[in-house]
């Protein structure tokens, strides 16, 4: 067993402690710089319109052109602003070509919650089904042409530089991609 003295048990505390506080931030200090696996990554963030007026919400998503090498990026619209994110946090995008999707649909979270509390026959849900949700999603309306929101269709582009990047996208009836065709669906093969 080792024994301290007093006066060193006394002075030794203030010093573990210094070192417990420290060691936090030396990590952060440390892993700014740190290559987290997904490459360097730039700012990015923008307005996206439609007719003329802010997309009040939507998804965007920047599809790389070099998929080998490059990782794509997605945000958020609200409000018709925008912030980027690869691994989360709105770390930006990679430097790069891409190609630009936007989705936008009515809230179709409001509807499956109204469907679950009918079908269970309860005043309020604090938790709503996958099921409900995933059939509500795919029954909502677009709030935009759906060729936009195709990697197939989409005619928006953008390229990220190193540095801070300002890209916005104005979508319209007028110039809106086609939609996408539905997948031919396979038939089945019927055996002997």
Known sequence: MLYLKPSAARNGLPRRWHAMLALPTLVVLTSCGAD?????????????????????????????????NNLGAS??????????????NSDGAQAGKYKVTVTAKEDFLAKAKADFQKEAKVQEASYIPPQFIAKAEAAAKSLIPAGYGDVRTT???????????????????????????APAKVRGHKGS
């Not at 928006?156 to 086609?178: C, M, Q, R, Y």
């Open 36 to 68: 987290d696996g997904l490459g360097q990554r730039y700012p990015v963030s923008g307005t996206v319109t439609y007719n003329g007026n802010p997309l009040e919400r939507g998804e965007i998503s920047f599809v790389s052109e070099d998929l080998k």
């Open 75 to 88: 945000g958020k619209i609200t409000n018709g602003s925008y912030t980027l994110s690869t691994g989360g």
């Open 155 to 181: 005619t928006l582009t953008a390229e990220v530089k190193a540095g801070s990047n300002t890209i916005d996208f104005k979508l319209s009836d007028a110039d809106a991609p086609p939609a996408p065709k």
